[in-house]
């Protein structure tokens, strides 16, 4: 079964600056999505960005961009001038394309990173 | 465009009843995935319909169910419900393109389930 881990719970920093999330997964399929979502206190899970295992070129949405280091199963997010409006729960999650057979188990989701955004 | 509507927002049920969540996708897609978010476990998958057949389903009892109707509207239910069944239900639904590409999921609200 695949895995996905947030090693840090909780992030802070300043407003404009930048901020890098964590994020490592564990699989044995060589195609596969990994998404970052975002979810505010609102609790609405908002898709930050998406990228597809089989393409190198890291994503890209504005000011959120992320590392994908596929031998490493690294998924990083990377947020640039942070906002007051960044601030929310971040989950980083998983899922198979299916095509290698295995079924696809809807997302997996890590732990979450709490970042806070500092006035 | 509409988004992904869930209801009811909030429900209170007492234990050993049982409980029907709904959730409207976004029009033009056609799958339907649920999943449960509580403080201690996290966000976990619960099942996953396309056009009206569970595709999927994540390790939780068979007291959860679920349908897909033909509009692609999406019901789950819960029977005998216990204290720990109380959660946030997250319902999204996504595009899915040629060769089973999916597009991202794009969630619902949630239902804040409290079971007493």
């Known amino acids: 079964a695949q895995t996905v881990t947030q090693s840090q719970p909780e992030m802070s920093v300043q407003e404009a600056e930048t901020v890098t999330l964590s994020c490592t997964y564990d699989?044995?399929?060589?195609?596969?999505?990994l998404f970052w979502y975002k979810q505010p206190p609102s609790r609405q899970m908002i898709l930050v960005i998406r990228?597809?295992?089989?393409?190198?070129q890291n994503a890209t949405e504005n000011r959120f961009s992320v590392n994908f280091q596929k031998a490493a199963k690294s998924f990083s997010l990377k947020i640039s001038d942070s906002q007051l409006g960044d601030a929310a729960m971040y989950f980083c999650?998983?899922?198979?394309?299916?095509?290698?057979?295995?079924?696809?188990?809807?997302?997996?989701f890590g732990k979450g990173t709490h970042l806070i955004i500092q006035p | 465009k509409a988004g992904v509507t869930q209801t009811p927002r909030y429900l209170i049920k007492t234990r050993g009843q049982q409980v029907t969540l709904s959730c409207s996708p976004i029009?033009?897609?056609?799958?339907v995935s649920w999943y449960q978010q509580t403080p201690g476990q996290g966000l976990q998958f619960l099942f996953e319909?396309?056009?009206?057949?569970?595709?999927n389903k994540g390790n939780f009892p068979g007291r959860f169910s679920g349908r897909q109707f033909s509009n692609s509207r999406s019901e789950m239910n819960v029977s005998t419900l216990e204290l720990g069944d109380s959660a946030l239900y997250l319902c999204?639904?996504?595009?899915?393109?040629?060769?089973?590409?999916?597009?991202?999921?794009?969630f619902g609200s949630g239902t804040r389930l409290t079971v007493v």
């Open positions: 999204a639904s996504s595009l899915v393109g040629a060769r089973g590409r999916n597009y991202g999921y794009t």
């Open positions: 699989t044995s399929e060589s195609d596969y999505y």
């Open positions: 990228q597809e295992a089989y393409k190198q």
């Open positions: 999650a998983y899922r198979s394309t299916g095509l290698s057979g295995g079924g696809a188990d809807g997302l997996t």
């Open positions: 029009s033009g897609h056609r799958s």
């Open positions: 319909y396309f056009s009206e057949t569970q595709r």
